[in-house]
């Protein structure tokens, strides 16, 4: 066709679209609300992903780096930013590491950074309680002197003023919205309250918006907490609690004019256990430093989401076309006599074509921009609730015009691709017929069925070919999306397209069931098979709308069966445990304070940990062997306690165990730790000698997801054998009734006064979380379904007034009208569900797939961990609504005028 001829064709599908304007806003509205979607969500996406220099201003403010203290004394390797990976390397036998310094940090980083470089600390405090007017608080503590412009970009101060005073600090917003305070008011921390805190300020932690802390000046938080705690007569920290403590010490480092921090010396830092996150190196990251980066893991995690969001992306564009589609065919159905006086004047049936794909260009180019506008226009002016809802700030507002441009031809690409199909029917219509007002009945061709089914089976076994198989983090193919990605898309969407095929045969399946129905479901139905161009675009828009809630509630059902059974129960459900790090003296304090908040915890039960003294202030921990695992023994440390253990540890009332435990056997679940009736301790002395012991055992049967610990032995036992004692870790309750969360949170506050480093923990069990995202696309996907299947009914029931003009005119009654329109309009919801349930499966079987081979251990997925109330009642329940409200429609029918 020519440039006039096309000219031509949008000029007629413009005035077509003004024409029928009520059609056409429907079909904006189709188009343009997907563009909007992801267009905003193209912008949040963008707006989210924080550049190297942005990222840097996150840990380290205004300054040129961050040390951590990861494992002083021992080598470790990081990536470009520690925060996406550190391990720490083994240690090769008859080699020693190179020591920190001395031990002493400040030695160190003197000897390692440029002359004149500036040092800052920026240790994480413990967490304290606060007195609130809703009672304690657990609140976390930071000393910085935000004066300085050395912490902008790390914390923000937003509102108020920075603190100036010994006895000021600045709070959160998080903080400030739990505890009910406001600027200006005192707040008294739990031992400090003789001393309290003005809040002069408000800050936020742009990573972290729903970060709960209190900011002082350096040297008035942490002093205070730990002579607080020597007050109340607390045993000074032990030798675990002061390794922790270490464990979160860093500095800020500003460096002078000129001065810069490479990888090499950054790998320097890691050879004495620090971590180093330079300014430096991130913004111009060696290959060195890139090549670390991948090691860590980054690529497949990254490949898998990729195609969980092209997967759902391509999902929801074909969803898209099909769901404007009969808005097209029943337009091009409409217009059919004027697409006739068309061919009639001597235009050909590609002219015909043209005028219909004219109408999705222009439909479609319209919504497309508004779409892509509005979604901008959106984020922009929703950015602060979207970003508290995220919990983090944007780098920056990302509006990139590539991505923008791509996103508006994608959707004029779906409005052609829905109008595509009213163009072939419209191109094969006879002109007569068209004239006439007659429909053109073509049975289905015999290869359409097969087709459909080879196209479904293809793209079921591509889809999970790509799910499980392939290389992993391969090279990108097409617009950066992998071989494994596309694999997983193109079998989703050919799978659907192969059901599409297949609704001819179904709708003529449905007209031969006729015969024997009665009057009303059997025009119903002929009718239905009749006239397929109007049913099947109406069944593909179900289908589509269907397959999409199905794909969401499977993936979102069958990830939550994943977690559920790969979570691991510590302990019995209910069950609180109190363990500390640090001297022993701290127990009995801790454990008066939790019988005070928590006064209904029943019996406790003290654990402690088997030790082996070899010399003068010279202790080892004491293992239990166990089986082989990869070529090498499993061990896990001796525990220690008496029947109270057995009671709330292992939630076991067994008398022969609790008379084997008090005889001096240890009492096993694992029947791994049992060799030959016995159980094998070692532990290892001086000169790394390893000793060996060995305890009679009784073996106590227990589901292998209710063992918790692998064996107990009896204090008195151990402390029998030469050079081994017992050190107190802690105690566990297991109340009869579940620990209020308020009174936990009261609980934990206490714990973190008196042992800052310390823990309390409730196990609650396995607990599933519905992210917002999740809550969202299943809110969406409702109400796309129950929308399809009304426009759609609707329209084809609109397409059909003439039909309903003569049976008004062979005097049939308004009841045979009305059960008419509800049955079909039921059939159709009703073959959309069924082929949507099975369209939607394909991708979100495939996604589970792909979730679980990304998670070593994983369990698969089955089919009963689908959602079948939901597929059920989508299968029934949606094609009774429209049968209902089919059947409620007012029929406006006037006399036929034939």
Known sequence: MSAGSWRAALRIARRDARRAKGRSALVLAMVALPVLGVAGADVVHRSGQLTAAERSDRLMGRADALIGAYAPGRAVEQAVFPDDGVRTLPQPAGTGQVPAADGEPAALLTALLPPGSTVVPARTGPVTGVHTPGGLLPAGTFEADLTRPLWQGRINLVAGRAPAAPQEAAATRAFLAESGLHLGDTVTLQGLENAPFTLTGTVEDPGDLRKVELVARPGTLYGALDAAQAAAGLAPLGDGAQEAAARKAAWLVDLPAGAGLDWDRVREFNRHGYTVAARQVALHPPAAAMDRQEAFGAADQRERTVMAAATTAALALLEVALLAGPAFAIGARQARRQLALLGAAGGRPGHVRAVVLAGGLVLGGAAAALGAALGCAAVTLLRPWIEQAGGSRFGHLALRPLDLVLIAAT???????????????????????????????????????????????????????????????????????????????????????????????????????????????????????????????????????????????????????????????????????????????????????????????????????????????????????????????????????????????LALHDPAAEAALAAGKAVVTDPAYLHDGRVLLQMQGAGGAVRQESLDAVLVERPADRRYVPLVVGAQTVQRMAGLSVEPTGSIWLPSAPTPEKAERRAAATVARLAPHSTLDVERGYRPTDSLIGVALSAFAAVVVLGAAVVATALAAADARRDRAVLTAIGARPRTRRTLAGLQAGLIALLGALLGTAAGAVPAFALLRSRAAGQPGAPSVHLADAPWPTIALLAVALPLLAALLGAARRDRTGPWRG
């Open 411 to 649: 959707g004029v690409a779906t409005a052609l691709l829905a109008a595509l199909l009213a163009a072939v029917q419209a191109g094969r219509r006879e002109v007569l017929a068209a004239l006439t007002g007659r429909d053109t009945v073509r049975p289905p061709g015999r290869w359409v069925p097969l087709l459909g089914a080879a196209t479904v089976a293809a793209g079921a076994a591509l889809a999970l070919y790509g799910a499980v198989a392939g290389q992993t983090g391969g090279p990108p193919v097409v617009a950066g999306l992998s071989v494994r990605t596309l694999s997983v898309l193109a079998g989703a969407v050919t799978a659907e397209l192969g059901l599409l095929l297949l609704t001819p045969l179904l709708l003529a399946l449905c007209g031969r069931l006729a015969r024997r129905l009665p009057l009303g479901p059997r025009l119903a139905l002929r009718d239905t098979a009749r006239h397929r161009s109007r049913t099947a675009p109406a069944v593909a828009a179900v289908l589509a709308a269907v397959a999409g809630a199905v794909a969401v509630g499977v993936y979102t059902t069958g990830s939550q069966a994943q977690d559920r059974a790969a979570y691991q129960l510590r302990r019995p459900v209910d069950s609180v445990q109190l363990e500390t790090y640090g001297d022993a003296a701290t127990l009995p304090q801790l454990r008066t304070a939790l019988a005070q908040d928590l006064p209904d915890l029943g019996e406790r039960a003290d654990l402690y940990e088997a030790e082996y003294v070899f010399c003068q202030g010279c202790r080892a921990t004491v293992y239990a062997e166990g089986g082989q695992r990869y070529g090498r023994a499993v061990t896990s440390p001796l525990l220690v306690g008496d029947a109270a253990v057995l009671h709330n540890l």
